[in-house]
């Protein structure tokens, strides 16, 4: 399988997810607790997007053109920002409004992300020649655990 398509599945899986979720359940949730930590994922998000704002971003794993690494901001510490604040902001909605089918299909979101960030890792690796320095000064996803 080339990496253009394990791309493709991978954002297939991540896209498909998330329409699951927003269909099945409320938006917004309804807790206080819940809706501080979905404004969190928001700011990670946002801060993520504007440390990326100098490179072509792809929504799909593919490197494209990028001629740097973003070590900046947030990514000085996580090395996966965007997939945390959506790990975060998807998950709270599954709390908030819990059945079987949405936890699993989070569960598969969640899977989907970490195969999707070796598979990142790997081309990463490959393109930038000190990315593996990068991943020694960094975490993966959620500091202090992975």
């Known amino acids: 399988m080339n990496n253009k398509t394990k791309s493709l599945i991978f954002d297939f899986f991540q896209v498909g997810s998330i329409v699951f979720i927003l269909l099945t359940g409320p938006v917004i949730a309804s807790n206080i607790v819940f809706i501080v930590i979905q404004i969190i994922a928001v700011l990670i998000l946002s801060e993520a997007a504007w440390e990326m704002r100098r490179i072509k971003y792809y929504r799909v ?86």
Do not use: C
Not at 85 to 96: E, H, M, R, S
Not at 110 to 132: A, S, W
């Open 61 to 146: 794993p593919d490197i494209g053109k990028q001629k740097e690494l973003v070590r900046s901001g947030i990514f000085k510490y996580i090395r996966n920002p965007m997939y945390l604040a959506q790990l975060l902001f998807f998950g709270i909605l599954v709390l908030n409004s819990f059945s079987m089918d949405r936890f699993t299909v989070f569960l598969i979101f969640t899977l989907n992300f970490i195969l999707k960030i070796q598979y990142e890792e790997v081309l990463l690796t490959t393109h930038f020649k000190d990315y593996g320095q990068y991943k020694k000064t960094s975490w993966r996803l959620i500091p202090f655990l992975y």
